[in-house]
T-cell receptor, first 114, second 106 residues
């Protein structure tokens, strides 16, 4: 148990669906991150939030929409995805993203887009 | 963008042998590096870290070496066990290298 919980663990969706991934951390951290992990690429940083403010958007397509209502929760809203978006989506947290500390990861959501 | 990278995608070692996983970085100003282990079905988990004012740091069966001259770091696992089978990443938060998959042969 890392203190970071992601739901659902698995998700299958069609290209016209709208779904959301959820991440919750119980570590009292202030920074949260979304990563994409696919078989052919390393961990790709998508978004960073620090104290609820988005501090990094790594040129992510607009069909991925993050939301951080408070420091403990992070969502990734998905709509009109493509098959190449199928991947493991990992959430992480840290004390403060400005200090480049170690990250605590959830177990990820395995997403399949049909 | 990505500032760390790994030399080999896979490494296979015999149980009981020592494992060495390498990583290179490009930014001379980098001052803090972390090694993570990712087992199947899990997210990456912290193993050990090192700051640039150190050349070596030891943990339980793991050692990280940092060579600032050639911008290289390595993770050494002593007496590798089947439970060490995983993907290992070096990272300079929030950027990760490509990862090395370690296979441990019984």
């Amino acid at each position: 148990e890392t203190g970071v919980t992601q739901t659902p663990r698995h998700l299958v969706m069609g290209m016209t669906n709208k779904k959301s991934l959820k991440c919750e951390q119980h570590l009292g951290h202030n920074a949260m991150y979304w990563y994409k992990q696919s078989a052919k690429k390393p961990l790709e940083l998508m978004f960073v939030y620090n104290f609820k403010e988005q501090t990094e958007n790594n040129s992510v397509p607009s069909r991925f929409s993050p939301e951080c209502p408070n420091s403990s929760h992070l969502f990734l809203h998905l709509h009109t995805l493509q098959p190449e978006d199928s991947a493991l989506y990992l959430c992480a947290s840290s004390h403060d993203s400005s200090t480049n500390e170690k990250l605590f990861f959830g177990s990820g959501t395995q997403l399949s887009v049909l | 963008g990505e500032s760390v990278g790994l030399h080999l995608p896979t490494l296979s070692v015999q149980e009981g042998d020592n494992s060495i996983i390498n990583c290179a970085y490009s930014n001379s100003a980098s001052d803090y590096f972390i090694w993570y282990k990712q087992e199947s079905g899990k997210g990456p988990q912290f193993i050990i870290d090192i700051r640039s004012n150190m050349d070596k740091r030891q943990g339980q069966r793991v050692t990280v070496l940092l060579n600032k001259t050639v911008k290289h770091l390595s993770l050494q696992i002593a007496a590798t066990q089947p439970g060490d089978s995983a993907v290992y990443f070096c990272a300079e938060t929030p950027h990760f290298g490509a990862g090395t998959r370690l296979f441990v042969k019984a």
